[in-house]
């Protein structure tokens, strides 16, 4: 079963605006990870949060995480048409050695 | 380093044919694992391994083997294809366990007719 659902699952916005999505989860988790999949391609990483991490920056994206809430969020600032993807968040619970990743965003970036 | 390599990129199969993905890395990680991707499910683990001669089972294991006996190579197995195992198969590996950064293959679109 999923462990993480990301929302929305679909996303429109232009370029220069921000984009923000989400991502809940179901257990107790050791890391929070975010990546990126371009039509056809593989996934990227882009961050990863650590569970006593409540947030963490890397150039445009901003990710937060609310243990207490189970969720996590990936806003990415001044948007631009290279955006467009689909994000997905993955968690890990640290003893388990799996990766568990969510549904997706679908991101349209649009000039 | 050419990273985490995949072949082949595309693949059809008929019902009940076997076949094999291969999975490559050169960055000596030892975590592998092996994904499929469908239409709004997002990645589902079938098998990954924590280092050569250890593998072990994921979410989606049935109908799929693999094996792990050097670092670099993860090859995943189908042995009686179906229709249901239609979808993108991507490898990914990290340094270690599943908890830091993990780096993806381009992936296999397989279709079973």
């Known amino acids: 079963s999923q462990q993480g659902e990301e929302d929305p699952q679909a996303l429109s916005i232009q370029e220069g605006e921000n984009a923000t999505m989400n991502c809940s989860y179901k257990t107790s988790i050791n890391n929070l990870q975010w990546y990126r999949q371009n039509s056809g391609r593989g996934l990227v990483h882009l961050i990863l949060i650590r569970s006593n991490e409540r947030e963490k920056h890397s150039g445009r994206l901003r990710v937060t995480l609310d243990t207490s809430k189970k969720s996590s969020s990936l806003l990415i600032t001044a948007s631009r048409a290279a955006d467009t993807a689909s994000y997905f968040c993955a968690t890990d619970t640290g003893t388990a050695s799996k990766l568990t990743f969510g549904t997706g965003t679908r991101l349209q970036v649009t000039l | 380093n050419a990273g985490v390599t995949q072949t082949p990129k595309f693949q059809v199969l008929k019902t009940g044919q076997s076949m094999t993905l291969q999975c490559a890395q050169d960055m000596n990680h030892e975590y592998m694992s092996w994904y499929r991707q469908d239409p709004g499910m997002g990645l589902r683990l079938i098998h990954y391994?924590?280092?050569?001669?250890?593998?072990d089972q994921g979410e989606v294991p049935n109908g799929y083997n693999v094996s792990r006996s050097t670092t670099e190579d993860f090859p995943l197995r189908l042995l009686l294809a179906a229709p249901s195992q239609t979808s993108v198969y991507f490898c990914a590996s990290s340094y270690s366990a599943p908890y830091n950064e993990q780096f993806f293959g381009p992936g296999t679109r397989l279709t079973v007719l």
């Open positions: 391994s924590v280092g050569a001669g250890i593998t």
